[in-house]
């Protein structure tokens, strides 16, 4: 049975192994000797480089994958004083290579965001593109980052905003402590205020008994980047816009303030303005993020891009997945140039990736990126199919098409969502309501 994956806080059951600065192996944990099937004695001393195969480059990441006794594995590296703690998170007969390559993507990049608390991964060096309009932001962006103003990052989803939020804080005085990242339109609305603010011991049924601080409470004295902030609820927005003028907090269930030194990065894709207007963002909170507005342009915008950064995801997944693919066919790059990218980088990352997976020698092609009729969700038998009430029939048409979008999207929701035309945030709520992974 595939197991699902929880990116928010991946469980640490292969086992790990310890590794000192020369490289080698100086203890293995019970659990790995066990999942692996080893003798611990028979691998102590060993290099870490003859136990964890694979091409990915180890001196730049946190999380490999490689191969390890024979089984594909997702590996995290930490440092614990001088030595470097390799744990086995993922291993691949429990999930498929394509699953394991979007995790992997994902660890790496905007669903990072969903730990809890971490320090930022990007620079503006890793920001790709040299449009006029790119760089205009770039610089912007930089001079920025070192006040300690709340900066509002406006543009449409996938262009780069969680980017942007992370180089910032990464140049700012902050840089070494927390950047703490709360997707809003991710968080159920009953569950966002103990999230975010935190909660003491007894707050509610169910809490922990000794209370927990919010993700505002853990970037202290860093950055808390609060993205889709238009999907905040409306009571949170409240709660929020005092945090940001008293810079305090109080936890559910408390009744003291605790001081807090933060600074907010915020995103949106939707206009904050009309939502003001329509009442249902408020206007106060509205002026206190609207101090700087960095609009991130869309790829369409900046089509000079498109190539330099198809290439740079080439680069990536060649890294990533052993491939040696060099060029893009003409025909390819026409289409390239020409599509309207409405789920913007994100989108072409993902076309990349998919492309890759299948490419054959050092060409991408316009086939790779097709998908087979074989893998579009199955029809559905009309005529011996039961006549359904018509809630019935609506709702596993809504089932159906938003498996397809999932599917077509890789599991990347925001993706899928922007193939249906829906909100990303609508599109949780009814993978919520149809109990959907
Ligand atoms: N200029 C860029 N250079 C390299 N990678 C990029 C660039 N812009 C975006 N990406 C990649 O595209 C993906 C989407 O970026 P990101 O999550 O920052 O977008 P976003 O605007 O925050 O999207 P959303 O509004 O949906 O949250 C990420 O994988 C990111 O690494």
Not at 22 to 43: H, P, V
Not at 94 to 121: P, T
Not at 155 to 184: D, M, W, Y
Not at 192 to 206: K, P, Q
């Amino acid at each position: 049975m595939k197991k699902t994956l929880n990116l928010i806080d991946p469980i640490d059951e292969w086992g790990s192994m310890k590794v000192d600065t020369n490289g080698r192996l100086i203890d293995i944990s019970a659990e790995f000797c066990e999942n692996f099937s080893i003798n611990k004695q028979d691998w102590i001393g060993t290099s870490i480089n003859d136990i964890i195969q694979g091409t990915f480059n180890r001196k730049r990441t946190k999380v490999l994958f490689g191969v390890i006794f024979g089984y594909s594995c997702l590996v995290k590296v930490s440092k614990v004083n001088e030595h470097q703690l390799y744990r086995v998170i993922v291993r691949q007969d429990d999930i498929d290579h394509v699953e394991m390559i979007s995790f992997m993507n994902s660890m790496d990049s905007s669903k990072m965001k969903k730990k809890s608390s971490f320090q930022s991964r990007y620079s503006f060096e890793e920001i790709m593109g040299e449009s006029p309009a790119i760089e205009r932001i770039k610089e912007l962006s930089a001079r920025i980052a070192i006040s300690n103003s709340t900066v509002l990052l406006t543009g449409e989803s996938g262009t780069g905003k969680e980017l942007f939020a992370q180089a910032i804080h990464g140049l700012s005085s902050r840089k070494n402590n927390p950047f703490v990242a709360v997707n809003c339109a991710a968080i159920p609305d009953e569950l966002f205020e103990s999230e975010v603010f935190g909660y003491e011991a007894g707050a509610f049924s169910g809490a922990k008994k000794e209370g927990k601080p919010g993700k505002i409470e853990l970037a202290h004295h860093g950055t808390l980047f609060l993205d889709e902030i238009s999907e905040l609820p409306y009571q949170a927005q409240g709660k929020l816009l005092r945090v940001l003028q008293e810079r305090e907090v109080e936890r559910l269930g408390g009744t003291a303030n605790k001081n807090v030194d933060i600074r907010i990065i915020a995103a949106t894709n939707r206009d904050l303005k009309t939502l003001v207007q329509e009442g249902k963002f408020r206007q106060d909170l509205f002026y206190r993020l609207y101090i700087f507005e960095l609009k991130i342009p869309s790829l369409r915008q900046r089509k000079e891009d498109i190539l330099p950064l198809a290439y740079y995801f080439i680069n990536y997944f060649n890294e990533m997945l052993g491939r040696q693919v060099k060029f893009i066919d003409v025909k390819l790059q026409e289409w390239l140039l020409n599509y309207e990218w409405p789920g913007n980088v994100r989108e072409l990352k993902a076309y990349i990736e998919r492309g890759m997976n299948i490419v054959e020698g050092d060409t991408i092609m316009m086939e790779a990126l097709y998908f087979s009729p074989s893998e579009s969700a199955p029809q559905r038998e009309r005529e011996s199919a039961p006549l359904l009430s018509l809630e019935e029939a609506v709702a596993n048409a809504e089932i159906d098409a938003i498996q397809r979008a999932l599917q077509e999207a890789k599991g990347d929701r925001t993706v899928a969502a922007q193939k249906l035309h829906i909100h990303v945030a609508s599109l949780y709520r009814k993978l919520s309501k149809y109990n959907l992974k």
